[in-house]
């Protein structure tokens, strides 16, 4: 029995001791791995743009006291427009947004189109000194804008597989000033009564106009790295109508019969533009603070 006794009084010295032993460790700290949280997607941006453009003129009108010359009105036998045409353009915007999230952003931008050529040919048969007269007149002009947007787009997603590509569309209003110079008729005509022939010609000084201008847009942007983002995109632009064009006589000054005023309307583009987006947050990564657990 005093044997038993003993030895129980050994054991319970025995974990006495080992929970000393224990309390004297210091405590265990596990560090977790960092959390990465997510990017940033909204912020600030500016953006510059370059495009080449190719238009179109949805009339091209010769008007006389205002009205639109036309076979079998005022005196005119025949009249045909032969050609209308206005050139290609290159364009360089620059401008400044806001994204509000990963899928819509908002920008206003300004730009510079120039390098234009208003051209159109027209035949014209009309009574004249008891006969006719035939005339043919070769119109030509350069042109250049300064266009004025405000725009938004949606973003369809990012799909990195190939490459972080984020196609887009978006749509802008605002407005399109005009400015035609060095405008100048060279008409040649042929009088079946005196059988004369000559050049009337004409010139018209240079003027400017102020149009509603909008503009549908799609494309896709590549972002380079957390601030700089690369797009590729096509844009119509309606730039509305050009300014008119009062035809003088070259040799006075005074302007033609009938106020003879030329009359462009409806221009449109079709571009293809490259820009960059240049973002003022910074957009990178950030690690949050390691989670401390003590046991």
Request: net charge positive; with cysteine; aromatic share 10%.
């Amino acid at each position: 029995m005093r044997r038993h006794s003993t030895a129980v009084l050994a054991a319970a010295a025995a974990l006495i001791s080992t929970a000393a032993t224990a309390a004297d460790v210091a405590p265990v700290f596990r560090q977790s791995v960092p959390v990465v949280q997510p990017a940033e997607s909204g912020g600030w941006y500016l953006r510059g743009d370059i495009g080449v453009a190719a238009h179109a003129i949805g009339n091209f009108a010769v008007m006389q006291n205002g009205t639109q010359v036309r076979a079998g009105t005022g005196g005119v036998n025949d009249y045909a427009l032969r050609m209308k045409s206005h050139s290609e353009t290159v364009s360089i915007g620059v401008g400044v947004g806001y994204q509000f999230n990963s899928w819509f952003r908002l920008d206003v931008t300004g730009e510079f189109r120039g390098g234009g050529q208003l051209r159109g040919l027209d035949y014209v048969n009309f009574d004249q000194n008891g006969g006719t007269t035939a005339q043919t007149n070769l119109y030509h002009g350069n042109s250049r804008s300064m266009v004025g947007l405000a725009n938004f787009y949606v973003d369809l997603g990012t799909f990195c597989q190939i490459g972080c590509l984020t196609p887009y569309l978006g749509a802008g209003f605002g407005f399109a000033h005009t400015t035609v110079s060095g405008f100048t008729d060279t008409s040649t005509g042929f009088n079946t009564v005196t059988g004369a022939t000559g050049s009337l010609g004409g010139y018209a000084s240079s003027v400017s106009r102020t149009s509603f201008a909008w503009a549908l847009m799609a494309g896709i942007g590549y972002k380079v790295n957390e601030r700089l983002t690369l797009e590729v995109g096509y844009r119509y632009l309606s730039l509305g109508d050009m300014p008119g064009l009062l035809l003088r006589d070259p040799a006075t000054g005074a302007a033609r019969p009938g106020r003879e005023t030329i009359q462009a309307s409806r221009l449109t583009a079709h571009e293809i533009k490259i820009g960059m987006r240049w973002s003022l947050n910074c957009a990178c990564a950030v690690p949050a603070e390691p989670i401390v657990a003590r046991y």
